[in-house]
C-alpha cells in the first residue's frame, strides 16, 4: 500500500515536470522582434488563394549586410506546404513602405537595384538565399 502511494507520487512529479518544460520551451522561443533594429519589413504581399499554392512576398531593409542573419530572418517567415515564400533584403534607405505586385518580377524596377539578397523558400521546403550583385 505504502510503495503505490509513493510510485504515484513519483510519476505525478515526473508528468508535471514534463508539463512544465514543455509549457516553457514553447513560450520561450524567440520571434521576430530579436531582428528589431537589423532588419525592417517595408512591404508584403499575400495572394488571396485558400485552397491552392499560398504565394507570400516580403521587402525587407536590411541595416547592415550580413547574409547568415538574412537567411536566419528567411527562415522564420511563415511559410505554407506547398505555398511559395520569397523575401527581398534591400539596402538602408529611408522609406516607408514598398507596393509589391502580385506578378513577377514583384517589386518596383527602381528598387531592383537596391537589392542585396533574396531568400525563397520552394513548394516542398527547401530554402535558399541568393546575393545580388549589383556592378
Do not use: C
Not at 537595384?113 to 533574396?118: K, N, P, Q
Amino acid at each position: 500500500m505504502k510503495s503505490s502511494r509513493i510510485i504515484f507520487w513519483i510519476i505525478t512529479a515526473v508528468v508535471l515536470a514534463t508539463v512544465y518544460y514543455i509549457v516553457s520551451e514553447s513560450l520561450s522561443q524567440p520571434g521576430l522582434e530579436r531582428f528589431k533594429g537589423k532588419i525592417e519589413e517595408r512591404g508584403f504581399y499575400r495572394n488571396e488563394n485558400n485552397t491552392g499554392p499560398v504565394l507570400r512576398v516580403f521587402a525587407a531593409e536590411v541595416i547592415g549586410g550580413d547574409l547568415a542573419l538574412m537567411k536566419e530572418y528567411g527562415d522564420a517567415m511563415p511559410h505554407t506546404k506547398y505555398g511559395k515564400t520569397i523575401v527581398f533584403f534591400l539596402e538602408q534607405d529611408e522609406m516607408n513602405s514598398i507596393e509589391i505586385s502580385s506578378q513577377s518580377p514583384y517589386l518596383p524596377v527602381e528598387l531592383q537595384s537596391r537589392v542585396l539578397a533574396t531568400y525563397s523558400k520552394s513548394p516542398m521546403g527547401e530554402a535558399s538565399i541568393v546575393e545580388s550583385f549589383v556592378p
